[in-house]
């Protein structure tokens, strides 16, 4: 199956309310794998449940990502000062490699200049090495800005500058 093909059954929208239960499902299939890896706290806060979700939703926006119709990927943000920051993103570990991780991050970044924003910023753990190639990918460079930790699990931040296009 060629590229495009298989982006052909890939679509991405603004979550609606009654997809709360299938992200939080999402977030879980994405990081069970890690869970060692976290503090039980950092955990939880990296897979909430259905109504954190719709909680999260009054501080920003948040897409999907639908292969033949099932949620396999989602992406949220909200505003901090003159940034972007990037949260939840995750994708089912049967629809990885398809390039989902990067149509979601050009959603937000279209979001993000759409907004005025000048920089996407997000914070990451040190052992989704995966995750990281897809951020330094897409121009994400790391920073010495904060957080460092999620409930004591390391993180470390990276951003990347949103062009304004003329």
Known sequence: MSRSERHSTIRTRRAIADEA???????????IE?????????????TPKP?????????????SALKDGRLVGTVAAVT?????????????PSARGQG??????EEVETFARAGGFRRM????????DDAIRLYERF????????????????????????????
């Open 121 to 128: 910023v997000l914070s990451t753990t040190p052992f989704l």
């Open 51 to 63: 109504v954190e979700i719709e909680q999260r939703w009054n501080e920003g926006p948040a897409w």
């Open 139 to 166: 121009g994400f460079k790391r920073t010495a800005d904060e957080p460092h930790d999620l409930a004591g699990t390391p993180l470390f931040t990276m951003e990347k500058a949103v062009k304004i296009k003329d």
């Open 100 to 105: 989902i991780g990067k149509i979601l991050l």
């Open 80 to 92: 901090k000062g003159d940034a972007l920051y990037i949260r939840s993103m995750a994708v089912v």
């Open 21 to 31: 239960a299938s992200i939080a499902s999402v977030l879980h299939q994405a990081f």
């Open 34 to 46: 890690y869970k060692s890896l976290y503090t039980a706290a950092a955990f939880a806060i990296t």
